[in-house]
């Protein structure tokens, strides 16, 4: 079976202050590895805890010391791979589905591991590069693009987490997957 590896942000929380590094969790096995070292905190004395953060969430980190194994819990793991895999997945597909019917171009890949927090989509097709403009046509079918998924959606995105922009010819649609 193939591993699945992300990166995590780490943080050692002692009596004496806070430590922030990276490490590697396989969203498989709920393990921990890699852990960055850090110089900083070498005189403290008291651990209290360890934690993993990503995307906004915060995971609190069991350990064996005599083993040196790090994982999160099941119930956790099994919370994170929802939250940040699972449910991200499904949103994507949904977005995907609808723009089928779209000229606007995605403007990032999907990670299959971890999907991004926002999809961007843009266009150009009849924007004025020449003058740098938008142009109202494209600007309008990322309006009916946002609408579409609203419609088929309501659960899922709403008005604040659909924004369209412009940039001289461009017209981009950025689509908020995740929430902190």
Same mark, same amino acid.
């Given at each position: 079976?193939?591993?699945? /590896? =992300?990166?995590?942000?780490?943080?050692?929380?002692?009596?004496?202050?806070?430590?922030?590094?990276?490490?590697?969790?396989?969203?498989?096995?709920?393990?921990?590895?890699?852990?960055?070292?850090?110089?900083?905190?070498?005189?403290?004395?008291? /651990?209290?805890?360890?934690?993993? +953060?990503?995307?906004?969430?915060?995971?609190?980190?069991?350990?064996?010391?005599?083993?040196?194994?790090?994982?999160?819990?099941?119930?956790? /793991?099994?919370?994170?791979?929802?939250?940040?895999?699972?449910? *991200?997945?499904?949103?994507?597909?949904?977005?995907?589905?609808?723009?089928?019917?779209?000229?606007?171009?995605?403007? !990032?890949?999907?990670?299959?591991? /971890? *999907?991004?927090?926002?999809?961007?989509?843009?266009?150009?097709?009849?924007? !004025?590069?020449?003058?740098?403009?938008?142009?109202?046509?494209?600007? +309008?079918?990322?309006?009916?693009?946002?609408?579409?998924?609203?419609?088929?959606?309501?659960?899922?995105?709403? +008005?604040?987490?659909?924004?369209?922009?412009?940039?001289?010819?461009?017209?981009?649609?950025? =689509?908020?997957?995740?929430?902190?």
């Amino acid at each position: 079976m193939k591993t699945s /590896l =992300i990166h995590v942000g780490y943080t050692s929380c002692w009596e004496e202050g806070d430590i922030h590094t990276s490490a590697l969790l396989n969203i498989q096995t709920g393990e921990i590895t890699e852990i960055v070292m850090s110089e900083d905190g070498a005189e403290y004395e008291t /651990l209290i805890m360890e934690k993993i +953060s990503i995307n906004g969430s915060t995971y609190i980190v069991e350990t064996d010391a005599n083993e040196f194994e790090y994982c999160i819990p099941e119930d956790e /793991l099994n919370e994170f791979i929802e939250k940040h895999i699972t449910e *991200p997945k499904r949103k994507i597909a949904i977005i995907e589905k609808i723009m089928e019917n779209s000229y606007m171009d995605a403007d !990032n890949e999907i990670n299959p591991v /971890l *999907p991004h927090t926002i999809l961007s989509y843009g266009t150009r097709r009849n924007g !004025n590069v020449g003058e740098e403009t938008y142009s109202e046509e494209d600007f +309008s079918h990322a309006e009916e693009m946002k609408k579409r998924i609203l419609d088929f959606a309501p659960t899922d995105f709403t +008005s604040e987490t659909i924004e369209i922009t412009t940039c001289d010819e461009h017209v981009h649609m950025h =689509i908020t997957i995740t929430k902190d």
